[in-house]
């Protein structure tokens, strides 16, 4: 079993930033690729981007290129998402999710965190 646990949503402003993190616990971090992930209301929760285990190759979903960085600390088991220049429609839940190397989809994911940018 793997826990995850993310931190830093709440209010900003649209043109702020937060970053989020996500702590793991209970397996060996390094082992898990991971992913942060967004469901607004009303709609699918849909990827925004993910980081191998190493943390050498990282993806992003179209909407946030350039805007919000994925990054890992494997020493801390804390995996990251800067998010800069938000906008409105960035609002939403925001997961955090593990994926082990055999596994096609994520296996574990924490509670959610709740970002909301105001225009």
């Known amino acids: 079993q793997v826990q995850l646990v993310e931190s830093g949503g709440g209010l900003v402003q649209a043109g702020g930033s937060l970053r989020l993190s996500c702590a793991a616990s209970?397996?060996?971090?390094?082992?898990?690729?991971m992913g942060w992930f967004r469901q607004a209301p009303g709609k699918e929760r849909v990827i925004v981007a993910d980081?191998?285990?190493?943390?050498?190759?990282?993806s992003y979903a179209d909407s946030v290129k350039g805007r919000f960085t994925i990054s890992r600390d494997n020493a801390k088991n804390t995996v990251y998402l800067q998010m800069n220049s938000l906008k409105p429609e960035d609002t939403a839940v925001y997961y955090c999710?593990?994926?082990?190397?055999?596994?096609?989809?994520?296996?574990?994911w924490g509670q959610g965190t709740q970002v909301t940018v105001s225009s």
């Open positions: 209970g397996r060996t971090f390094s082992n898990y690729a």
């Open positions: 999710a593990a994926r082990a190397l055999a596994s096609i989809n994520y296996d574990y």
């Open positions: 980081i191998s285990r190493s943390g050498g190759r990282t």
